[in-house]
């Protein structure tokens, strides 16, 4: 008929998902004059996003004064849409003394997939340090917040002697490098009258090499 057609109805915001739904048509003159659609339709829910960060917040410890600790949380989608980050910052009240090495910035996950993200503490100064990290994103809880913990120390010294054995004397002017546990070059110096000390060094296990030609 003349009256045939088509219509979109848009499912109000809502609306509780499940099976046998039915639409009503009725006279916009007479409310008495109705009719309901022939078969049943489901309202599926509507897919959306998820956001799940482990652990939930980064505690750093104790860290040197000017040295570094690094930690990583993981991001992972947990529902069954894309999840678009939009933005990773860091804000709180000592916000300047963390960093986001990696993982931040905007992307997106899809679903079950994760992200890794490295903070990175650096103390200016002694006492606890608190910030947050920030995750705006698409998902319904955003932005989701992870919390910032470290505590700036001062470090230790490590100091000594180097001794030549075959002449039986403190050697003047070695070149003394510091190794961390790892054989990565931490810090060097030079001996005065045999001496050498390294200051502010954060606490750890370390290994000493010096040399000097000659000897």
């Known amino acids: 008929t003349n009256n045939d057609g088509s219509y979109t109805w848009h499912v109000p915001e809502g609306q ?57 949380l993981t991001i992972k989608n947990t529902g069954d ?18 960093s986001i090495l990696s993982g931040g910035g905007s992307f997106t996950l899809s679903p079950s997939q994760s992200r890794a993200v490295a903070v990175q503490f650096s103390p200016q100064s002694s006492g606890t340090k608190q910030a947050s990290l920030v995750i705006e994103s698409n998902a319904p809880s955003s932005p989701d917040t992870v919390s910032l913990r470290g505590t700036g120390v001062l470090g230790t010294s490590i100091s000594g002697s180097i001794t030549s054995e075959k002449y039986s004397s403190n050697i003047d002017h070695a070149n003394v490098i510091l190794y961390d546990s790892k054989h990565s070059i931490i810090d060097s110096t030079t001996s005065q009258n045999g001496y050498y000390e390294f200051s502010n060094i954060a606490f750890g296990s370390y290994s000493i090499k010096a040399k000097k030609d000659n000897f």
């Open 16 to 72: 509780t998902p499940g099976p046998d739904y039915k639409i009503k048509i009725y006279s916009a003159s007479d409310a008495s004059i109705y009719d309901f659609s022939d078969n049943p339709f489901t309202i599926i829910p509507k897919k959306t996003p998820g956001l799940a960060i482990s652990p939930n917040s980064l505690d750093f410890g104790n860290v040197a004064i000017n040295h570094t600790a690094q930690l990583t």
């Open 81 to 98: 849409a894309d999840l678009s980050v939009t933005r990773t910052t860091i804000s709180g009240t000592n916000s300047s003394e963390f």
